[in-house]
């Protein structure tokens, strides 16, 4: 089983000017294109290494760039250790399909992970700001001939009283907001007309490219729309959601909470308590994943903090 990895560095000017021509027509800058989207403090590094140390039975591991590359990537000097990380360019992530490039959208770039050329049946797909934390199994995504899910089924907002309501006194819908939950609920729908979405972690996910080529090919029409987005957009599916609803509404799939994920919004919490959650973390052996969003906007004495328990996690015992 290999590993896919998205990262992006926004502060490369090459990038910023491929990315220029598409934010001149907007009055204001979307949301989706901030940048601390695009922003890098060097997580991938930590995100590769602890796949590495706490995963060993990951292959192969593809990071996928827009003619960038990591700057750790450079300093690899052993050839075994470095056959087994490629780097996947948009081009080639896009092959057949390059009409929608440049994207800077991580919707797209996810509907074409099963574009990968040589990429496992089955993969562990995840972002930059992910990181194993302890020893992981393989049983953690893939047991009992099931793959295995993590997350919450909720109730779609569409099936509740109050906002069915607000929206027929108000005259108003999210339709025109991009928001995680919506995403989800969306790409549910494709599937059945349940009245519950599995609502996903920010976490490691269990993929499979023959799955999601299946779905890509099966909802063209929209997939279309999803890879032509330059920036996310509502009406866009997140192929990792509809994966996991198609494979529960075929009976592949287990809902396994036991292996946990610390989120952590590094520029959300204070110093006290950003304190107490990587100890949590630490302490408790539940958790096995850690997702830290926003590492750029933390303060610099809390950004320093978390690189050195990220460093002392993940590469200092390694």
């Known amino acids: ?156 907002k569409v099936e509740r009283w109050w906002y069915r309501l607000k929206n027929k006194f108000l005259g108003r819908s999210d339709s025109s907001r991009v928001s995680y939950r919506q995403l989800q609920e969306n790409s549910a729908a494709v599937i059945d007309n349940a009245c519950d979405y599995l609502d996903l972690p920010h976490c490691p996910h269990i993929l499979n490219r023959h799955i999601l080529k299946s779905l890509f090919q099966t909802n063209f029409k929209i997939f279309e729309k999803t890879i032509s987005y330059k920036f996310r957009h509502p009406q866009q599916l997140w192929a990792v959601s509809l994966f996991a609803h198609c494979v529960l509404a075929q009976g592949m799939a287990k809902m396994d909470n036991h292996f946990k994920t610390s989120n952590i919004k590094a520029n959300a919490v204070s110093q006290k308590k950003l304190f107490r959650l990587l100890n949590h973390t630490e302490r408790e052996h539940d958790y096995y994943f850690i997702c830290v969003q926003s590492l750029d906007l933390a303060k610099p004495e809390e950004q320093r903090y978390i690189l050195q328990w990220l460093t002392r996690i993940i590469l200092d015992a390694a």
Request: glycine share 4%; charged share 25%; net charge neutral.
């Open 1 to 156: 089983m290999d590993a896919v990895i998205t990262w992006v560095d926004g502060s490369d000017p090459a990038h910023q000017a491929r990315m220029a021509p598409f934010l001149a027509g907007f009055e204001k800058k979307p949301i989706s294109a901030s940048s601390t989207r695009f922003a890098d403090c060097g997580e991938i590094k930590f995100c590769v290494m602890s796949i590495i140390r706490f995963a060993p039975w990951i292959d192969n591991i593809y990071i996928i760039t827009d003619s960038q590359q990591p700057p750790f990537y450079a300093r690899i000097k052993d050839p075994t250790l470095r056959k087994r990380i490629r780097i996947v360019d948009h081009k080639e992530l896009f092959s057949g399909y390059e009409y929608s490039l440049p994207v800077f959208n991580s919707l797209a770039i996810e509907a074409m992970l099963w574009n990968i050329s040589d990429l496992s049946d089955d993969f562990i797909y995840l972002n930059d700001d992910v990181m194993f934390v302890r020893p992981t199994p393989i049983e953690a995504f893939r047991a009992d001939h099931k793959y295995v899910l993590k997350g919450q089924m909720k109730m779609r």
